[in-house]
T-cell receptor, first 116, second 111 residues
Framework: GAVVSQHPSWVICKSGTSVKIECRSLDFQATTMFWYRQFPKQSLMLMATSNEGSKATYEQGVEKDKFLINHASLTLSTLTVTSAHPEDSSFYIC????????????FGPGTRLLVL | RKEVEQDPGPFNVPEGATVAFNCTYSNSASQSFFWYRQDCRKEPKLLMSVYSSGNEDGRFTAQLNRASQYISLLIRDSKLSDSATYLCVVNLRSNDYKLSFGAGTTVTVRA
């Protein structure tokens, strides 16, 4: 099946620092990737849609200047959490839509962010 | 009202039992439906798509009821390895690929 990787798998950082998370589609090209956030015992919440070669589309309530998304190639999207604060601590998951036309998405293994 | 709602459970069943649970969605124009499985502290993994006529995949059966706007998942002959959180996922609009997730139904299969 399609494989999506994320790096790093977990990160601990001090408040005020920026954290960059990479999402890669390993065996297919993904024009569209998605970034989600999941807090404990809650559902995945879509943060933004990342489109290769164009600006990301952010969901309501998600600050685009806080969560910078870059999708510079067909296999890589990055999410940068700028000036992270403890309330940004969460499980960040990316997904990629496979070009074969299926509506399902393939998820990366997620990145656990803890901001102290 | 949430776009996708699920009974959080937990459903605690013995091995070999049958367990079933539903999910409701609010947008009648929703296009695609899926069940994902999420293990503790892991990413969701696609279990199966849900088709209008209902479909089976081994011990798993999914049904869609558009009139009542719910989908269901039934697990037969439960295995210990079926213990997980099952996420109901809906693609709400046909012009994009964004998915809406339910909060999940937790199933625990005991020996």
């Amino acid at each position: 099946g399609a494989v999506v990787s994320q790096h790093p798998s977990w990160v601990i950082c001090k408040s005020g620092t920026s954290v960059k998370i990479e999402c890669r589609s390993l065996d297919f090209q993904a024009t569209t990737m998605f970034w989600y956030r999941q807090f404990p015992k809650q559902s995945l919440m879509l943060m933004a849609t990342s489109n290769e070669g164009s600006k990301a589309t952010y969901e309501q309530g998600v600050e685009k200047d806080k969560f910078l998304i870059n999708h510079a190639s067909l296999t890589l999207s990055t999410l940068t959490v700028t000036s992270a604060h403890p309330e940004d601590s969460s499980f960040y998951i990316c997904s990629a839509r496979h070009p074969n036309g299926l509506d399902g998405q393939y998820f990366g293994p997620g990145t656990r962010l803890l901001v102290l | 009202r949430k776009e996708v709602e699920q009974d959080p459970g937990p459903f605690n069943v013995p091995e070999g039992a049958t367990v079933a649970f539903n999910c409701t969605y609010s947008n009648s124009a929703s296009q695609s439906f899926f069940w994902y499985r999420q293990d503790c502290r892991k990413e969701p993994k696609l279990l199966m798509s849900v088709y209008s006529s209902g479909n089976e995949d081994g011990r798993f059966t999914a049904q869609l009821n558009r009139a009542s706007q719910y989908i269901s998942l039934l697990i037969r002959d439960s295995k210990l390895s079926d213990s997980a959180t099952y996420l109901c996922v809906v693609n709400l609009r046909s012009n994009d690929y964004k998915l809406s997730f339910g909060a999940g139904t937790t199933v625990t299969v005991r020996a």
